[in-house]
């Protein structure tokens, strides 16, 4: 019976405690803990079966570390926010157990994301015996697992990698984003990157941009490039790869307001006085923003998001595309949350039962594309997020 520790009970932690709990085999108990406790709560009444909860402050070590040592997990699952990454993986390599998460770390005074600081960690993990899988959501995560599973059948090398995700689902708001806006506009605001032979090139914020004709109906629709955290890894692990590039569709009512908050100020990070109180404009923008967790009932249409995949297989060129289709509503009859946060919660169980399967395990900091494909791709088609492949002209 392995014990497991959801840190984290905003959109993903629901879907990620929903979707352990449906798999009592693996996840034998659950504890769910988070900031405000009344929201772990609201969840476990949700669920087919009992979990405990708890209230902990996960920028805080010592917290974590007595409530780690007193629940005794198998493995640890962040669900709560970048910012917390390094105090959690610290809060396990004093306990002694497992770490896994679905976004790199980030600093909260600057919005820059990168894997050097988790990767520091990979001596120690090492050396514990202990493993933390890094970005087991959907983007970071299924696309490094598809990226692995490709690069394992179908090529001898890749040279061209778009990940491209699109989500064609419709909230009825004039603004809103479908996960932590915090994290959200500091993630579309900042300069794009790619990778091409060898080295980053930067792009001003949402200033390139193409038309990529979606399947199952959703049809054409504007991308546009960004930078994506695990560009950063997949650029080390894919044997070849020349280019590598994110994109991401909005919409132009989306761009038109970030666009407006933008320009008066509201997306700033940093500190600003009004009336005599410090307050942070992107903090008080999510406060008055609809909660995503809330966004679950209203989303109707589908997500898409997937790997186009170019290079060579015995010599010859060959154009691979591997998706998923995610639909916001069936999300919500099974989890009650939208498509994002099931698209992210989803795979963050799956990884978790990978590693408390002993499917994956290996002590040390890994990201997913490091890991064999084969178990992960076959989970991902039994617990609803089926994937489709297609090898195209070109
Ligand atoms: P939410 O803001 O909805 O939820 C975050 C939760 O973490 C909240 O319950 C919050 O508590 C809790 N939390 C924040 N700070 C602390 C703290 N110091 N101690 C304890 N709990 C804390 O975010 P989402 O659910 O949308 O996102 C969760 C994670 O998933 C994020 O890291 C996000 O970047 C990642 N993500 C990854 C994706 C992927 O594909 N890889 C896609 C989408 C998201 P409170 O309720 O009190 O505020």
Same mark, same amino acid.
């Given at each position: 019976?392995?014990?497991?520790?959801?840190?984290?009970?905003?959109?993903?932690?629901?879907?990620?405690?929903?979707?352990?709990?449906?798999?009592?085999?693996?996840?034998?108990?659950?504890?769910?803990?988070?900031?405000?406790?009344?929201?772990?709560?609201?969840? +476990?009444?949700?669920?087919?079966? #009992?979990?405990? *909860?708890?209230?902990?402050?996960?920028? &805080?070590?010592? =917290?974590?570390? %007595?409530?780690?040592?007193?629940?005794?997990?198998?493995?640890?699952?962040?669900?709560?926010?970048?910012?917390?990454?390094?105090?959690?993986?610290?809060?396990?390599?004093?306990?002694?157990?497992?770490?896994?998460?679905?976004?790199?770390?980030?600093?909260?005074?600057?919005?820059?994301?990168?894997?050097?600081?988790?990767?520091?960690?990979?001596?120690?993990?090492?050396?514990?015996?202990?493993?933390?899988?890094?970005?087991?959501?959907?983007?970071?995560?299924?696309?490094?697992?598809?990226?692995?599973?490709?690069?394992?059948?179908?090529?001898?090398?890749?040279?061209?990698?778009?990940?491209?995700?699109?989500? +064609?689902?419709?909230?009825?708001? #004039?603004?809103? *984003?479908?996960?932590?806006?915090?994290? &959200?506009?500091? =993630?579309?605001? %900042?300069?794009?990157?790619?990778?091409?032979?060898?080295?980053?090139?930067?792009?001003?914020?949402?200033?390139?941009?193409?038309?990529?004709?979606?399947?199952?109906?959703?049809?054409?629709?504007?991308?546009?490039?960004?930078?994506?955290?695990?560009?950063?890894?997949?650029?080390?692990?894919?044997?070849?790869?020349?280019?590598?590039?994110?994109?991401?569709?909005?919409?132009?009512?989306?761009?038109?307001?970030?666009?407006?908050?933008?320009?008066?100020?509201?997306?700033?990070?940093?500190?600003?006085?009004?009336?005599?109180?410090?307050?942070?404009?992107?903090?008080?923008?999510?406060?008055?923003?609809?909660?995503?967790?809330?966004?679950?009932?209203?989303?109707?249409?589908?997500?898409?998001?997937?790997?186009?995949?170019?290079?060579?297989?015995?010599?010859?060129?060959?154009?691979?595309?591997?998706?998923?289709?995610?639909?916001?509503?069936?999300?919500?009859?099974?989890?009650?949350?939208?498509?994002?946060?099931?698209?992210?919660?989803?795979?963050?169980?799956?990884?978790?039962?990978?590693?408390?399967?002993?499917?994956?395990?290996?002590?040390?900091?890994?990201?997913?594309?490091?890991?064999?494909?084969?178990?992960?791709?076959?989970?991902?088609?039994?617990?609803?997020?089926?994937?489709?492949?297609?090898?195209?002209?070109?």
């Amino acid at each position: 019976m392995k014990k497991v520790l959801i840190i984290g009970a905003g959109g993903v932690g629901q879907v990620v405690a929903h979707k352990c709990a449906q798999n009592p085999e693996v996840f034998g108990e659950i504890m769910l803990a988070s900031r405000t406790e009344s929201k772990c709560k609201a969840i +476990a009444a949700q669920l087919s079966r #009992p979990i405990q *909860t708890a209230q902990v402050d996960a920028d &805080n070590v010592p =917290e974590l570390v %007595a409530l780690i040592n007193s629940y005794k997990p198998d493995l640890v699952m962040n669900i709560a926010l970048p910012y917390q990454d390094l105090t959690i993986m610290d809060a396990c390599l004093e306990t002694g157990v497992d770490y896994l998460d679905t976004a790199n770390y980030e600093p909260l005074d600057e919005a820059k994301f990168e894997y050097k600081w988790q990767w520091a960690y990979q001596e120690r993990f090492k050396q514990r015996g202990l493993m933390a899988l890094l970005g087991s959501g959907f983007d970071p995560g299924v696309t490094n697992v598809f990226s692995a599973y490709a690069q394992k059948h179908h090529f001898d090398e890749i040279h061209q990698l778009d990940i491209i995700d699109c989500n +064609a689902g419709d909230h009825g708001y #004039p603004f809103a *984003t479908n996960f932590n806006p915090e994290i &959200n506009i500091r =993630e579309v605001t %900042a300069k794009g990157r790619y990778w091409e032979r060898g080295e980053w090139v930067e792009t001003d914020p949402l200033s390139w941009s193409m038309n990529f004709d979606f399947p199952a109906g959703i049809g054409p629709k504007k991308c546009f490039l960004m930078y994506h955290e695990e560009l950063e890894s997949l650029v080390q692990n894919l044997k070849g790869i020349k280019r590598a590039r994110f994109w991401m569709t909005f919409s132009d009512n989306y761009l038109n307001h970030l666009k407006v908050l933008e320009n008066v100020g509201m997306t700033r990070i940093d500190e600003v006085e009004h009336n005599g109180q410090k307050i942070v404009p992107i903090q008080f923008l999510k406060t008055l923003l609809p909660d995503p967790a809330s966004l679950g009932p209203r989303t109707k249409g589908k997500t898409c998001i997937g790997c186009l995949i170019k290079g060579v297989k015995d010599g010859k060129p060959r154009t691979y595309y591997v998706y998923n289709i995610c639909d916001h509503q069936e999300a919500y009859r099974e989890v009650q949350s939208q498509a994002i946060s099931y698209t992210t919660g989803v795979p963050a169980m799956i990884g978790g039962m990978m590693m408390l399967t002993g499917k994956w395990k290996q002590p040390g900091v890994w990201n997913m594309e490091q890991m064999d494909p084969d178990p992960f791709m076959e989970k991902l088609n039994l617990h609803g997020l089926p994937w489709q492949e297609t090898f195209l002209e070109g």
